[in-house]
C-alpha cells in the first residue's frame, strides 16, 4: 500500500506540475473551454509509466514478490475511486436532468483511455522499474525491530503529523482561496504563473517540514519513519479538506442535498490527491535525506 500510494502521488505530482507550466506559458487558456481538462487528464495518462516506475523501484527495494498486485492497485486505485466518484454523481445529475451531466458517450471514451492508455503506461513504467537496480540502503538493518522507548508528548508521531500540514497549508492559503474561487464560483483563472510558483513552494516547504520530524524521530529512536514521513506532509490535505467546510459559507449554495454531495464529494478527491502528492514528496525526501545520513556512518 505504501508503494502505490507514494508511485500515484508522483504521478499525479507530476501532472499538475505539467499542466501548470503549460498554463504559464500559454499553451492553456482557461478561456477555450474544456482545454485544461483535456490536458489534465493526457498528461496523467503519460505519467503513468512514472507511477508504475516509482511503485515498483521501492516494492522491489522491500523485496516484495506480489508485483503484479502492486502495479495493478498502482494503475486502479486512485483513478479508480475517482472514476466510480464521477459515475455515482454524474448518474445523479442526469436523473434531475442537468445539463451539468456529462454524455454516456463522453464516459465511455474516457474509460477507454483509462483501460486502453494509463493502464498498459503503468505496466510499462513498472517493467523498467523492476528491471533497474533495487535501491540499496548503506547499512545493515537487524531482522528484530528495536523496542521504541516511550516519547514525550510533542515527540510523539500523531502530534507531528497533525502540526505538519500547518506549514505548508499556511504558504498555499492565499492561491487556494482565488483557486476554490474560480473552481466554483465559474470564474476565469489566468494568473498560472503565480500558482506554478505556490506550487513549488508548497512541495518545498513539505520535503523540509517532514525531513526536519523525521530527523527529530531517529533522535528519539523512532525507526517507524516510514509510514510517519508519507502523513506529516500529507497532513496538508487535511487541513484543505477542513479549510473547504469554512469556504463554503461563502458559496451561498442551494439547500439540496445534491449541492452538498457535489461539492464536499468532489472536494474530498481533491484532498485525496493532494495527501497523495505531498505525502510522496514528504516520503521520497525522506528516503534521500536518511540514506544521506547513515551513508555517512563510518563503520570500522
Not at 15 to 41: E, K, Q
Not at 182 to 187: G, I, N, P, T
Not at 221 to 226: G, P, S, Y
Request: hydrophobic content about 55%; some cysteine; charged content about 10%.
Amino acid at each position: 500500500m505504501y508503494c502505490i500510494m507514494v508511485g500515484s502521488g508522483a504521478q499525479i505530482g507530476f501532472c499538475a506540475w505539467a499542466t501548470i507550466c503549460c498554463s504559464a506559458v500559454g499553451f492553456l487558456s482557461p478561456a477555450r473551454r474544456g482545454s485544461l481538462m483535456t490536458a489534465t487528464l493526457v498528461f496523467y495518462m503519460i505519467c503513468g509509466c512514472l507511477a508504475g516506475y516509482v511503485s515498483s523501484r521501492l516494492y522491489k527495494s522491500f523485496r516484495g514478490r506480489q508485483w503484479q498486485m502492486c502495479t495493478l492497485f498502482t494503475a486502479t486505485a486512485f483513478p479508480g475511486l475517482c472514476f466510480v466518484t464521477f459515475i455515482f454523481f454524474n448518474t445523479i445529475l442526469a436523473f434531475f436532468r442537468s445539463t451539468a451531466s456529462v454524455p454516456f458517450l463522453d464516459l465511455v471514451i474516457v474509460a477507454a483511455m483509462w483501460c486502453c492508455i494509463s493502464i498498459p503506461l503503468v505496466f510499462l513504467g513498472a517493467y523498467f522499474g523492476y528491471k533497474a537496480e533495487s535501491i540499496s540502503f548503506p547499512t545493515v538493518t537487524s531482522t528484530i525491530a528495536r523496542a521504541v522507548p516511550e516519547p514525550n508528548f510533542f515527540m510523539m508521531p500523531i502530534v507531528g503529523i497533525s502540526l505538519a500540514g500547518m506549514v505548508p497549508f499556511a504558504a498555499a492559503y492565499v492561491e487556494l482561496f482565488f483557486i476554490m474561487t474560480s473552481l466554483w464560483m465559474d470564474q476565469f483563472y489566468y494568473v498560472f504563473g503565480f500558482t506554478l510558483v505556490v506550487y513549488l513552494i508548497l512541495l518545498i516547504t513539505c520535503a523540509e517540514v517532514t525531513v526536519l520530524l523525521c530527523y527529530y524521530q531517529l533522535c528519539a529512536e523512532n525507526h517507524r519513519w516510514w509510514w510517519f514521513s508519507f502523513f506529516a506532509s500529507g497532513s496538508t490535505a487535511a487541513y484543505t479538506f477542513i479549510y473547504s467546510f469554512f469556504w463554503f459559507r461563502s458559496l451561498e449554495a442551494s439547500k439540496m442535498l445534491i449541492t452538498y454531495m457535489l461539492y464536499f464529494g468532489y472536494m474530498f478527491l481533491i484532498c485525496m490527491a493532494m495527501f497523495l502528492v505531498t505525502g510522496s514528496v514528504g516520503a521520497l525526501t525522506s528516503l534521500w535525506f536518511i540514506r544521506k545520513i547513515f551513508g555517512t556512518i563510518k563503520v570500522d
